[in-house]
């Protein structure tokens, strides 16, 4: 694995993330989206990225002074250890900055994939749009560029075909706030070059994350092949008036010890990510009630209209007085 240059397409919440911690680890990465605005927007989640990065270093580092504050250690086996893990502290909150300063904006593909290494596409989880994305990257991007999807419940071989090079294309996906979630899984399809597989997984090493490797195509992955049945279960609660969000979060909170809830999940991955999987779902393998459908009308009418859509917005199920603060206020009451 030789890459130098990484380009991610489409910087919603997790294409932002992607391209922050590639950054982090060293590599040259340019973030595409499709206009000025959303480039503005790119450049706003960038910055927050930027804090939050900063805030885990300074966290870690007060949580280490408590603890050393507490205990006492062999000074003649540990000499300068207070000092050298200031250093270490010093020297990450240097690489965050020089990250940062490793990311460039373009809303022109061929100008933003023309060094890549590799493009990881992170556009919305709609087949229409990944496909037209793929028929025109495919014509812009140079030859050596490997492509990986970061779908998260679509399949490689959906999209190879529009690629024109099936060989260069697999699915790389990441579990959101990737900086500690720190997986990433690699997953071909039947024509993914070997060689091509390989050069993934020690990327996704080279990233910092932990790859794992899925040895045949499944929506969804491992990951969210667990995840997505859960808050789809959870979605169709709330539709079908069971129940709050708030009752459906607390009672998995306090039955399994869980430190979140599924709506709270949702708001961090984003509720325009739900909607669109609800809306596949309603396209592909929609029931006779039309379940799917309703919950993508619902989604969309009250919260995706009324600009709630998530941590992201400070708003989604719950309220956030700081969108880079993940917790809705009743986990703190």
């Known amino acids: 694995m030789n890459f130098k240059h ?21 590599f040259d990465v340019t973030i595409y989206d499709i206009n000025d ?3 503005k927007k790119a450049k706003e989640r960038i910055e927050i990225l930027k804090g939050r990065y900063k805030e885990e270093v300074i966290n870690a580092k007060d949580d280490v002074a408590a603890i ?18 200031q250093k270490e502290v010093d020297y990450v909150e240097g690489e965050v900055e020089a990250g940062y300063k490793r990311i460039r904006f373009s809303s022109d593909l061929k100008e933003a994939v ?14 229409s ?18 492509f990986a999807t970061n779908s998260s419940t679509l399949v490689p071989s959906q999209f190879a075909h529009f690629t024109g090079r099936p060989e260069k294309f697999l699915a790389l996906h990441f579990a959101n706030e990737i900086w500690k979630n720190n997986t990433a899984e690699i997953m071909g399809h039947k024509d993914t070059d ?3 597989y390989k050069q993934l997984v020690e990327f996704a090493g080279a990233i910092g994350m932990v790859p794992l490797e899925v040895k ?7 990951l969210n092949s667990i995840l997505v049945p859960f808050l789809e279960a959870a979605q169709m609660l709330l539709l079908e008036g069971v129940a709050d969000a708030e009752t459906i979060d607390k009672t998995w909170m306090l039955a399994t010890g869980s430190p979140q809830g599924p709506f709270a999940t949702l708001d961090v ?30 989604l969309k009418r009250d919260y995706i209209d009324k600009g709630k859509l998530g941590v992201a917005t400070g708003e989604g199920f719950y309220k956030y007085p700081n969108p880079s603060f993940k917790d809705p206020s009743f986990l703190k009451a």
């Open 6 to 26: 990484v380009t991610v397409a489409g910087s919603g919440v997790l294409g932002s993330q992607i391209a922050f911690q590639v950054a982090f680890k060293g």
């Open 37 to 39: 605005e959303a480039i």
């Open 68 to 85: 050393a504050s507490r205990i006492h250690y062999n000074s003649n086996l540990l000499p300068n250890i207070d000092v050298i893990f």
């Open 114 to 127: 023309k060094d890549a290494d590799l493009v990881i596409e992170a556009v919305p989880e709609l087949i």
């Open 129 to 146: 749009v990944k496909e037209d994305f793929y028929k025109k990257l495919g014509e812009v991007a140079p030859a050596k560029t490997i």
């Open 194 to 196: 070997p060689a091509v």
């Open 216 to 222: 045949k195509e499944q929506p969804g992955y491992i």
């Open 269 to 298: 991955v984003g509720i325009t990510t739900a909607y669109n999987i609800m809306q596949n779902y309603a396209q592909t393998a929609d029931s006779e009630d039309k379940r799917y459908a309703r919950m993508a009308e619902m």
